[in-house]
């Protein structure tokens, strides 16, 4: 059977870390005192997919650390940080502590999160803790390449100066533990898609989303645990001005690149059935879905992301 033309979006692996990294993170972990067990598991920018912004995705199994990884930084571009709990009684707890510094603050983290961090804004370092539930922990970059340059921290110390820490205007970045609380589809755009149509079969949680109106200057991502049956999403074929990310995790510790079961979707006419952790990479113009949920028999964590500051203002129905 002939390859399909659109399975060059479908990334299914990291991006190889280089021999003089890897062993200099394994010294750092001995130096850490860290038995937290993990997996790297999926890795896209524009060296893996052409113009595609960059994401990173790991599982964080279970373990605990006594030093903080990752040293303070800023950059000149927004990211957003994300952990996400796998605690099927209660979607939002953690399922552990982690601690991450921002713009000097200490937060302790106990529920799922997405973080946005606006270009700047100085961030890291983070300490985990405690893991005793898998937590799925994410980078998304509205950029070709993750970098970071010592010019990007000048700049970070500079706006640290003229902002006290106590300033009435608040935080330059924002934590955010929910979904909103409704969703509706406005005529001139600006909001996220409306709750899926009922699947009787299929049980899943909507825990978290992002966009504009919720942390300003931010871009749309979207997190939903599917636990198990079938369904799918509640778009029908459409295409966007911007380039859309749809991603899919299992969450077996001991296959974490296998799926709770079979996904399927449709990129440019072509159905793709997929078996496999994926980030399907979705180019800006390029038609998409339906999106179907086959058997899922495991619980799977899908997100989306793109972007753009509302999921709906670029859209566009074909």
């Known amino acids: 059977m002939a390859k399909l033309k659109y399975s060059k979006y479908i ?17 750092e972990r001995k130096k850490r005192k860290s038995t937290v067990e993990s997996t790297r598991l999926l890795t896209v920018d524009d060296e893996i997919v052409k113009d595609f912004f960059y994401v990173d995705c ?21 990211e957003v940080i994300g952990f996400i709990g796998s605690n099927r009684q209660d979607p939002h707890d953690l399922g552990g502590k982690i601690t991450i510094w921002l713009d000097n603050q200490k937060h302790e983290l106990t529920k799922s999160c997405l973080i946005f961090v606006p270009a700047g804004t100085r961030h890291c370092p983070i300490l985990f803790n405690r893991i005793d539930k898998p937590v799925f922990f994410l980078t998304i970059a509205p950029i070709k390449k993750y970098s970071r340059k010592a010019e990007d921290d000048k700049v970070a110390a500079t706006t640290e100066k003229s902002k006290s820490a106590k300033d009435s ?5 924002t934590i955010i533990t929910e979904t909103k609380t409704r969703f509706t589809v406005a ?7 409306p ?72 990129l440019g006419g072509e159905t793709h059935v997929i078996t496999k952790s994926s980030l399907v990479c979705i180019p800006r113009g390029l038609k998409h879905c339906p999106w179907k949920f086959l ?3 495991k619980p799977t964590l899908i997100f989306t992301a793109g972007p753009s500051g509302t999921y709906t203002g670029s859209h566009k129905k074909e």
Do not use: Q
Request: hydrophobic letters at 35%; a negative charge; one cysteine or more.
């Open 11 to 27: 990334v299914t692996e990291p991006k190889p870390v280089p021999p003089e990294l890897k062993a200099k993170f394994k010294a």
């Open 169 to 173: 205007t608040g935080p330059r970045y």
């Open 58 to 78: 790991n599982w964080l199994w279970k373990g605990s650390a006594e030093d903080t990884v990752e040293e303070p930084h800023a950059h000149k571009f927004d």
């Open 295 to 297: 058997d899922i028999k």
């Open 195 to 266: 709750p899926p149509p009922p699947n009787p079969s299929l049980k899943s949680a909507r825990i978290l989303h992002l966009e504009d109106d919720m942390a300003k200057g931010s871009f749309y991502v979207d997190v939903v645990w599917i636990y198990e049956g079938s369904g799918g999403a509640p778009a029908p074929e459409h295409t966007h001005d911007w380039e859309e990310l749809i991603a899919m995790a299992g969450c077996d510790p001991e296959h974490p690149r296998d799926l709770g079961g079979p996904m399927s979707i449709v």
């Open 187 to 193: 005529a001139s755009g600006g909001s996220a898609p």
